[in-house]
């Protein structure tokens, strides 16, 4: 079977940056991209079935021409097809933002419902402002862990991106007070505080040793921080180029807050 990476697309400016980092990321990764375009299934539709698809493989084809691009039109719910077709995929990608919204800023109905049930990893691109470039990989590549119980899913997609970009990587545990500690009517010592943050940097060093000696050439930077996960990944994304998480390290609610507010794409990783 083609080792393929599939990319969704519609009639959006949101929509041609996905396709665009999609193509960026099939050559980065040496693999065929399968562009798919989903109508309603009546087939109904203000223009012609094939018209975006045609569109969007001529351009990706001019633009990048050592990659193999494919076309598909195909009708039904489009969470419910691209799931469908990227089943097998090494990674779906999609745009992030919806059509409502100011300046069309919300997240996706599609977007939100890949993130729950994809079963490929899933790249989700914010669209480029109007006038520039579409989005390539540029920066560090952040990840979100539990040190206690880390996701290999999203560890492995991580490191290995960072691999190909040639980019740092960002590996962020976010932890909290013990629940006495919280409860409590006195202040938590200094002395207090700093005892339990050291338990939890050597969980993340234990966490990343494996991977750190999978990954030699990958430079690492450990950051445990007194937050929320959701507050930690939102955070790291307004400097990063890429923002991974594991869908069961990242809770439905944390999950959400993420997409919501993300600083860049954000790669959504199931956990096997």
């Not at 299934?41 to 969007?56: C, E, K, L, S």
């Not at 997609?157 to 990587?169: C, K, V, W």
């Amino acid at each position: 079977m083609e080792r393929v990476i599939v990319a969704g697309v519609d009639r959006s400016d949101h929509s041609r940056a996905a396709a665009h980092r999609a193509a960026h990321e099939a050559l980065v990764r040496g693999l065929a991209l399968r562009v798919v375009h989903v109508t309603p299934a009546d087939g109904r539709g203000p223009y012609r079935r094939d018209a975006v698809v045609d569109r969007t493989v001529a351009e990706l084809t001019g633009r990048y021409p050592a990659l193999t691009v494919r076309g598909a039109c195909l009708a039904g719910a489009p969470a419910e097809v691209l799931r469908s077709a990227g089943r097998d995929a090494e990674l779906v990608v999609a745009g992030l933002r919806g059509e409502g919204g100011p300046g069309g800023t919300a997240v996706g109905s599609t977007a939100s419902a890949l993130a729950s049930g994809c079963a490929a990893p899933l790249l989700l691109v914010p669209g480029a402002r109007r006038g520039t470039a579409p989005p390539r990989h540029r920066g560090t590549v952040a990840v979100g862990l539990d040190a206690r119980d880390p996701a290999a899913g999203a560890l492995g997609f991580a490191f290995e991106a960072a691999r190909l970009h040639g980019a740092p990587l960002h590996a962020v545990h976010a932890w909290a007070l013990p629940a006495g500690a919280v409860r409590s009517s006195f202040a938590v010592s200094e002395r207090d505080r700093a005892t339990w943050e050291d338990h939890e940097v050597n969980l993340l060093s234990d966490a990343l040793r494996p991977w750190r000696g999978k990954y030699p050439e990958v430079d690492v930077v450990e950051d445990v921080v007194l937050f929320t996960p959701a507050q930690a990944l939102v955070h790291v994304s307004a400097d990063s180029a890429l923002v991974v998480a594991g869908r069961r390290t990242a809770s439905g609610a944390t999950l959400a807050v993420l997409l919501e507010h993300a600083g860049c794409p954000v790669a959504v990783v199931p956990v096997r």
